[in-house]
């Protein structure tokens, strides 16, 4: 049972003298005793340094910020002292040291870590974070801020339950939810709903609906509705949603929504981030498939510039000393670069960044214009023919591999022109030069093949190149065959008209002037030709380097894309100073096919199927909801998934189908979100989501409007693996791991294990209660047992102890007998709870040689690749060494269901700040262009709880040029309101009747394009400890700090068709924070 | 140590396209430095302004290193604008004491609180040190701060049992320093609350081998740490550049934290 | 020399039964009711630290210090013109019978100082280490050093002045009157260049200050002595006694004007060569957020009021009395203006490094706090009641000059 009992029918004193004989109880928590013996003992320390041993050492991963640099936390007596880089990590030392340095060599060896990093203890050691579940008090609105806590295995029972839970009448549990159990069932109906989406006659299509329901006629109410089977069943009304959410925990978290429970909605924060850089990524990377003649696999990803070796970069949106994947990583090889003379770049932003002002040029772009900008540069560079014609040429594979490249490009590819349009690239048998007909394989099966005059088979229909003014049909993924086409061609062959992708781009830079281009974007000529002069004088060493500012505009899946065509240009991609790819070791076991296979580890898995709340899975066309007409209510994201902004507004409208259980993890979602304000006001609304569940270590900007806050280990307490990013070319995993324990943190039990009170709890809580399958005694299969978190985090880490290849020889060495010392002695001040060496032992095996990999591994906190292994002559290791679809198939032949008309499928250059009916936003009146950014001492919603951050920057101002500041005669501080046509009293939906005006500071700077002012992410609070809340009728004092400075989110543009959702990007998913005219006056 | 981490400051060397990690160099240099008798060691700080980035990941450090209470501070990084519109640049500064060789702050110590060691360190001695703040009007640097005894922490709840609360809440901030290589806890009106505090160079760390908290953690590596009497040292050949300077000179300070411009 | 002065033994002491005037007991109340005011402050700052106060780490100085000095000027600056007048000008005059409460005021303001500078320390229970580990390069030793002497000096002059008359016991008090001279001296110009060395403090920095320090300690000397002769004297206000308190006035006039050219003058020195630092020190004294200090309180009432009622010609001591009143009150305006703005001058100075950190005292403003106000009222309720005993209780009152007798 839950041991931080302590419901509000007890007093305080009974509350105190239960919980004092319950050992480990979130009262304990309170007492001091830890805090004054620890004092004590500390103050009778003889040697008094003991940080510098490496017994007192423990190496782990930062999530200050989403960089994830390797840590090492120095422990006295247990609490963590002082946070330093871990010098094993490529993230804080460069180079990082080599992964076999023995762990004792580095016990006053630390690695650079940015001020958050520093500040971590303050995440981890915080007044206001909350140590027993919280339940909105029965009778008051949600984000009242009236709590009582109650008992875990309560919470659990009444969340499972359901039932009146608050007095406004009956709400829906998970039991209820959780309809549709039956694998079988699930996976029959699955193949069922495939059929009927592929089905496109739409006669057909219903009659396959009704054979549906007759088929399943007794499964029926376990569906959210018979006449759309397509929705899925009503598991899918439980919804996932997390904010910050890495690969371990992920993996459960996953586990217990998708495999167990059965729902397709798992939807993380992507487009809140830098959707469209990760969907225009996605977008060129899709392969083709000869099976399916289609372009599928495209991977959720994007490339950044191998910032070491690069001679010169262009950042485009791109804050790199403030924030990115970030500054420890990047930063010295960039002042190195400068002061050495071996590099330089220049930056596009708006603002002056902190890194504009170490940049050889600063250019100061409209916002919104990054693509004419590249458009002017594509233009030119193509005219005066600077552009990689070698790497332009290359076709194929084949191509690429003979002419000493990995990756090539669709740009030579032939695309058919129809009354003028790009659609999709021709193939051989259109222009006659491959005939249909069958063949027999070599299981002597019936196949169709294309061959062409002179005998060539292809088991599909070939595309086309120019070779020498010849088409030729090629395969892409041919490895023997190369073919290398010309880049420019526009032709008519056979009556058809085709043009080469790269054409039809160039068609469209040379649609306007350089003059034009530099008009549009508010610079100068000048400025495009230099970059583009510098930008073709270094080789493969030339990279632009893109991030937010480029991507999170209405347009961003274009500016990304006009961008990424000029690293096409340069052909950089794989190469060292080049654009590259993040790689980390297969943790799954897939590769190795072992020690722990985890996609086998299952005792039974459930079947998820049916339409996502987001309208990701599948096309509207495809979908029984599509009657022929558009728009749709709200937006269908065939080219995107994880779109943060649609989540609540979709739940709103209950469109395609409602929620009814929200569980939040780790989410600000109504602080994150432009126009956040309309997240809230849904949030608040039971009628709406008549159930939310948040996952949380404090009571947050969003879990305040939870119905139950479950507390959550902070990222000093738990596990996480967390990856990488682009910019490193090493293969890595970066491994966090338990370091402290709050002392007398409340413990819980699940199948009779005791483990913490966190997000694993409270899902496996709930897998036990309804007896889901993948948990529990045999979750990961007769005899294997899923009972605690660490049986999932050690086998993934043992996979990347011991490697990706099956013999073994990828895997790290095994600990001696003094690093499997200094590990247990390091973790001597953690409860059996969280560190028991037999349990974790045993949760891979018990096999001794393993377990000492494990522990190597987990000595240096993750496993890193040496340094030099990263480069093999030119080109990079760990490359991306695939298609990129500079055109775009699949995009050009994607219907937009706001417009109805199908997406370009190229770069190109479109204006900003349209609606989602792509009508241009006049806001008339609101004279600034809103823009925002990160500063280096701020992640998110997060940061505000670490005081020795906020003695550094205390409010966050707005900046504004100082000729603009003269016009509305305003002086340096002097306070301001921020409104916007769709906020004209500028002003937060905070807690239930409160209103937060977006009041700030300004700031004078010459630094800032006149007309734009920016604001940095981070203050403005209304939870968080801001403000005052009641637990348990006790009154808890908000902290008038957190409170500081302002958040202008809420002035973010409304959708003017939608109405209670920001601009989005349709095609790369983006919510949009720069795309907002606003009003600055003077209060 | 020093010798496994020479060699592996080599070997590290040997793979990099450039120096190395500076921080693995100065660390084997450090280490070296540890083997003469103090009074032959000359620390001194080298800052290249080219290189600060103004991320203030020095000035947490310290904060964390030494646990430093609200309103005191060792080391500011100080920013400023230079330019007009589109013309702009920044200049970040980082501030530390500068460990002058003739410094104003001892001159003035009634009591010899605050002392020259043979090393260069400007050092405070808290238990004898009466708080009178002369030091700090002395120095032309602003490198002195007052420690009031504030806490980050005071007004937050306590709340047992509801949330963490402050006795365990504010552990980041009650652990003891190791200041000096003592044990420095935060009892009310006890050394060093009534004391001006200031940057030592890390002083408890550097005893042990290890580079002092901003130089660790300098994310531009624009902060360079040694013996420039070791003149095979990173920083001896730093301050021989052309391209030093040190802050107001004319004072006769004679600052020990020197600036590449 | 006009006819001597009635001959008359030490002002009768009264029969102890006698009840107290109303004036007096009221003195008492006053005196009692500020100490206990003012012990508040004391509580506050024993339990509080210096946290209540308005100090920081860019302005660590404030109004202890310059009451501090002030009272130095006080007790020193009174004395000094004393033992010259009487000593050294030898005026064949009353005034040396007001050496007793003299002394004991100048004990009595003591006392003020060093309650005042003892809690502005950090750690006032470790004054003593700078007698145990001095370190003679700072001047700050020397101030404290000397002023230690010059307690003990003072004492034993009081002691000297307590005990029966004889020979011996003059010449000793002769000795140290002449010792006390250069001690006197030595101890404020100390107490200037304690600032004067400071190159933090542009503003502070030079000669100017022990020298202006000096000027300050006689005008503010001659007002207290002058207060005092005028308002104490127990005899009857006979001609000599008229003429006395004239002479006494001229002299607060001459030094008054001497020392607002001073100032003026040490103002144009500043603000030619435009030092910067220095240059806004000054402008904030003139045209800062306090001007009315410098302007109405120094300048006002305690320039231009004193010099108004002293020059009218006037028969009448009272209002040279008043005019040193108002004098002593005011001039605490000028060490206020020498201690604070000098040290605001960072803002300007380093105004990218305040804005760079941010907590509590790393501001560049400062205003004393009711905190240190009631500190400070308990120092001088303290030194009051000193008086008081000494006045009502030991009876330390004025006597008759002896020289006069003997020349009769
Ligand atoms: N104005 C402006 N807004 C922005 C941005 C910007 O640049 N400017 N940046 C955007 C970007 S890039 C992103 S990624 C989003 C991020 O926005 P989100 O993904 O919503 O993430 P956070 O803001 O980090 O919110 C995390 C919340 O989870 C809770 N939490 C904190 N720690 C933990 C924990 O350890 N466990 C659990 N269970 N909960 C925890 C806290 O309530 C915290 O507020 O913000 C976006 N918003
Ligand atoms: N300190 C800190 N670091 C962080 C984070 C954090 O919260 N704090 N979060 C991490 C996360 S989750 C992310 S996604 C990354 C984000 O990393 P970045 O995207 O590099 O950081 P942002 O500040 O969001 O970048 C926005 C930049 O684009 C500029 N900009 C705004 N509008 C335009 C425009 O129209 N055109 C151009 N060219 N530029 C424009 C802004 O001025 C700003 O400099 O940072 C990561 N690192
Ligand atoms: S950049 Fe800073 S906050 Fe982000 S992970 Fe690295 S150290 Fe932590
Ligand atoms: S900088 Fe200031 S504190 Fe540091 S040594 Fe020099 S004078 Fe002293
Ligand atoms: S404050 Fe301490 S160190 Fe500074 S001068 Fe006074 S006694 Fe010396
Ligand atoms: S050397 Fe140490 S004390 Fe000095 S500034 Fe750096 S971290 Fe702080
Ligand atoms: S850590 Fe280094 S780069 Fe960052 S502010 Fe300090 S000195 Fe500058
Ligand atoms: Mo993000």
Known sequence: ?1083 | MSNVLEELAISVLAAAPAEGDVLIRMKAELERALQKPEEQRRWVMVIDLRKCVGCHACTVACVAENKLPPGVVYRQVAEEEIGTYPNVSMRFIPRPCLHCDKPPCVDVCPVSATYKRPDGIVAMDYERCIGCRYCMNACPYASRYFDFGFSNYDETPEAEGLIVGKPQGSLSETLPSFEYGKVWLRKREQSPIGNVRKCHFCLHRIEVGELPACTVTCIGRATYFGDANDPESLVAHLISRPNVMRLREELGTQPRVYYLV | MAKNPPIVADAPRPAPAKKMSTAERLLWLVGIVAFLIGSYGLYQRFTNGLRLTDLGSFVPWGLWVATYEYFVWLEVGSLLVFTVLVYLVKWNSVLAGMARTLYLTAIAILSMALILIGLDLGHPFRFWHVFVWPQWGSLMTWMIWLHMVYLIVLVAKLALEMVRETPTTKRITAWLSYLSLPLGIALIVVAGSVFGVVIGRPAWQGSALPLYFLISALIAGTGLLTFQFVWFWPGERTEEYLAVARKLGQLLIALLIFGLIASALGGLVILYPGVPAQAIAFELTLFGPFWWVYWVIYVGFGVFVPLLLLLTRSKAARRIGVAAGLLILTYIAVPLNIVIPPQLSIEVVEKSLVAAYHGPGMKTFYFPTISEWLVTVFAIAFGFLVFMVGYHILWLRPRINHSAQKEG
């Open chain 1, 1 to 1083: 049972m839950a041991k931080n009992s302590g419901s509000k029918r007890l007093s305080r004193r009974d509350f105190l003298k239960l919980s004092a004989v319950t050992a480990g109880t979130a009262a304990l928590l309170g007492n001091l005793p830890v805090y004054k013996t620890l004092i004590a003992r500390a103050a009778s320390m003889a040697s008094a340094y003991t940080l510098a041993d490496i017994k007192n050492q423990i190496n782990t991963v930062c999530l200050q910020c989403n960089t994830g640099c390797g840590i090492k936390v120095k422990l006295l007596e247990g609490v963590a002292a002082k946070i330093e880089g871990n010098p094993y990590s490529p993230w804080t030392l460069w180079p990082h040291l080599p992964y076999k340095t023995p762990l004792k060599e580095t016990a006053t060896l630390g690695g650079a870590i940015c001020p958050k990093g520093q500040s971590g203890l303050q995440t981890a050691y915080d007044p206001y974070r909350i140590v027993s579940v919280l339940k909105r008090k029965p009778g008051t609105k949600r984000g009242e801020g009236k709590w009582i806590t109650i008992p875990f295995e309560q919470a659990i029972e009444e969340i499972v339950e359901g039932g009146d839970l608050f007095g406004e009448g009956h709400v829906d549990g998970f039991r209820a939810l959780y309809a549709l159990r039956d694998p079988n069932v699930a996976k029959q109906m699955s193949d069922a709903v495939t059929k009927i989406l592929d089905e496109k006659d739409p006669d057909k299509k219903r009659a396959l609906v009704e054979e549906f329901k007759r088929t399943f006629a007794d499964y029926l109410d376990t569906l959210i509705d018979p006449d759309h089977p397509d929705l899925g069943p009503k598991n899918n009304q439980f919804a996932f949603v997390w904010g910050r959410l890495k690969n371990g925990r992920g993996d459960l978290f996953k586990r217990f929504v998708i495999d167990a429970f059965g729902s397709v909605n798992a939807n993380g924060h992507t487009t809140v981030c830098q959707g469209s850089l990760y969907f225009a990524g996605k977008a060129l990377s899709e392969q083709f498939d000869p099976k399916t003649g289609k372009f599928t696999g495209g991977s959720k990803f994007y490339w950044q510039t191998d910032t070491a070796n690069s001679e010169f970069v262009i950042y485009v949106g791109a804050n790199m000393f403030d924030a990115n994947y970030g500054p420890p990583q990047r930063v010295p090889k960039m002042t190195e670069g400068n002061v050495s003379g071996g590099s330089k770049y220049a930056v596009v932003d708006p603002r002056h960044s902190k890194a504009a002002a170490k940049a050889w040029k600063w250019i100061p772009i409209k916002p919104g214009e990054d693509a004419a900008l590249a458009m002017g540069m594509i233009r030119w560079i193509i005219e005066n023919e600077r552009y990689n014609k070698q790497f332009m040429s290359n076709a194929n594979k084949a191509a690429a591999l003979a002419n000493g490249e990995k990756s090539w490009t669709t740009g030579p590819w032939l695309v058919k022109i129809k009354d003028g349009k790009p659609g999709k690239f021709v193939r051989a048998s259109e222009l006659g030069l491959v005939e249909k007909g069958t063949a027999t394989d070599a299981e002597g099966k019936e196949i169709t093949v294309y061959t062409t005059a002179d005998g060539v088979q292809f088991p599909f229909d070939p595309f086309v190149a120019l070779v020498d003014g010849q088409p030729v049909p090629f395969d892409p993924n041919s490895t023997d065959v190369p073919v290398v086409g010309e880049p420019l061609a526009h032709v008519t062959i056979n009556g058809v008209e085709c043009k080469t992708g790269l054409q039809i781009i160039f068609e469209e830079a040379q649609s306007r002037t350089i003059e034009e281009w530099a008009e549009i974007a508010g610079i100068q000529a000048s400025d495009i030709i230099e970059l583009a002069t510098e930008f073709t004088s270094h080789g493969t060493k030339a990279c632009v380097d893109i991030h937010r500012g480029v991507s999170q505009h209405t347009n961003g899946f274009y500016n990304v894309l006009a961008w990424y065509t000029l690293n096409c240009l340069v052909g950089n991609v794989d190469h060292v100073g080049g654009m590259i790819k993040g790689t980390t070791y297969e943790y799954t076991g897939s590769k190795a096919g072992g020690p722990f296979v985890l996609s086998k580890l299952y005792n039974a898995k459930n079947v998820a199927f049916g339409l996502d709340i987001l309208r990701t899975r599948f096309t509207y066309e495809k979908s029984t909801l599509f009657d022929g007409t558009y728009p749709t209510k709200r937006p269908w994201f065939p080219l995107a998934t994880d779109l943060y902004q649609e989540d609540i507004p979709s739940m709103g409208d209950m469109y395609p189908y409602q929620v009814k259980i929200l569980m939040l993890y780790m989410s600000a979602i109504n602080y994150a979100l432009p126009s956040g304000q309309t997240v809230s006001e849904i949030l608040a609304d039971p009628k709406k989501i008549p159930l939310i569940i948040a996952s949380d270590i404090l009571i947050g900007e969003a879990s305040q409007y939870a119905d139950y806050i479950f507390p959550d280990l902070s990222f000093l307490e738990r596990w996480e693996l967390h990856g990488t990013h682009p910019s490193v070319p090493w293969k890595v995993e970066n491994v966090r791991q338990p370091v402290i324990s709050i002392p007398g943190w409340p413990t819980v039990k699940v199948w009779g294990e005791e483990i913490p009170l966190s997000a694993e709890a409270l899902m496996m809580a709930i897998a036990e209660r309804l007896e889901l399958p993948g948990f529990g005694p045999n979750g990961f299969g007769e005899g294997i047992p899923f009972t605690r978190p660490e049986h999932l985090y050690l086998k993934q880490v043992a996979n990347i102890a011991f490697g990706e290849k099956p013999d073994g020889s990828d895997a790290v060495p095994e600990a001696d007998d003094e690093e499997v010392e200094i590990f247990l002695q390091a973790r001597r001040h953690l409860p059996k709870s969280v560190f028991d060496p037999e349990v974790w032992k045993a949760a891979i095996g018990n096999d001794e040689s393993l377990w000492r990999r494990v522990i190597y591994v987990l000595n240096r906190g993750g496993r890193y690749q040496d340094f030099a292994k990263a480069y093999q002559g030119d080109l990079v290791t760990n490359a991306y060494g695939k298609q990129l679809n500079l055109y775009q198939e699949k995009t050009a032949t994607t219907i937009n269901t706001m417009t109805g008309k199908p997406f370009i499928g190229y770069a190109a250059y479109i204006p900003p700040g349209i609606s989602s009916v792509g009508e241009a936003i006049e806001d008339q009146g609101y004279d600034f262009h809103l823009i925002t950014h990160k500063i280096i001492t701020m992640t998110k919603a997060r940061t505000i709880t670490n005081y020795w951050l906020l003695a550094v920057e205390p409010e966050g101002y707005l900046l504004m040029n100082a000729s603009d500041a003269r016009r509305l005669g305003l002086k340096d501080g002097d306070r301001v309101r921020i409104s916007s046509a769709s906020n004209p009293k500028g002003e937060w939906f905070d807690r239930d009747g409160n209103r937060k005006p977006m009041i700030g500071k300004v700031k004078i700077v010459e630094g800032m394009r006149p007309g734009v002012v920016s604001f940095p992410l981070g203050y403005g609070h209304w939870a968080s400890g801001a403000t005052d809340v009641e637990i348990d009728g006790r009154r808890i004092k908000g902290d008038p700090r957190r409170a500081a400075g302002f958040h202008g989110n809420a002035a973010m543009r409304v959708d003017p068709h939608l109405g209670n959702v920001t601009l989005s990007d349709l095609a790369g998913g983006s919510a949009v924070f720069y795309d907002t005219k606003v009003k600055i006056e003077k209060v």
